[in-house]
């Protein structure tokens, strides 16, 4: 049986901090088909999963505000699926923090709308075919190399970076002797 998913709108629920709107967000990934130990680079078996926004032809993460009766986590697993339609398991451990503009507010001079972002892996596990935003975002799985032309803001490459030397790391760690998936 099928559940339809409302996104959550308005932001009477946003957290804020110091007057940064706190955002969350992912890098959703999966490995690409076929590509199963036929490449010296892990880097090369996966793909992203990018978004498009409503009027621009750059690409974003999935990403959006983090509400009071939420973790930060459950706020970046709910972006991902309202925003580009995938579910999957979080990394727990945090890509990075970043302060940007909102793009609304990218030539304002003040404070307001600047936000504390918060970015995390997500290995997607189920893509649906209909989502809450679906009407304003289309989604494009895109190598991990593509997605450094594509990111619009600096920030997002700077994410990717942390990205990769995350999955690079739970990478070898899962290949050390002792490791439960060792033996796999």
Not at 110 to 134: D, I, N
Request: aromatic share 8%.
């Amino acid at each position: 049986m099928s559940s339809v998913v409302l996104a959550r709108t308005g932001r009477h629920r946003q957290r804020y901090q110091d007057h940064f709107r706190l955002v969350a967000g992912c890098i959703p990934y999966k490995q690409k088909a076929n590509t199963e130990n036929h490449s010296d680079d892990l880097i090369d078996c996966l793909e992203v999963l990018m978004i498009s926004s409503p009027n621009r032809v750059d690409l974003v993460f999935p990403k959006g505000g983090w509400e009071n009766d939420e973790t930060v986590h459950d706020a970046a697993c709910r972006e991902a699926l309202e925003e580009a339609g995938v579910r999957g398991i979080i990394n727990e451990k945090s890509l990075g923090i970043w302060t940007f503009r909102s793009k609304n507010r990218q030539n304002s001079c003040s404070l307001e709308g600047t936000c504390k972002g918060y970015m995390f892996a997500l290995e997607v596990t189920e893509e649906l075919q209909c989502w809450p935003e679906q009407a304003s975002h289309e989604r494009k799985w895109v190598s991990v190399r593509d997605a450094f032309k594509l990111c619009r803001y600096e920030w997002m490459r700077d994410a990717l970076n942390s990205f990769i030397q995350l999955i690079r790391q739970n990478y070898v760690t899962s290949k050390a002797p002792g490791h439960p998936a060792s033996s796999l």
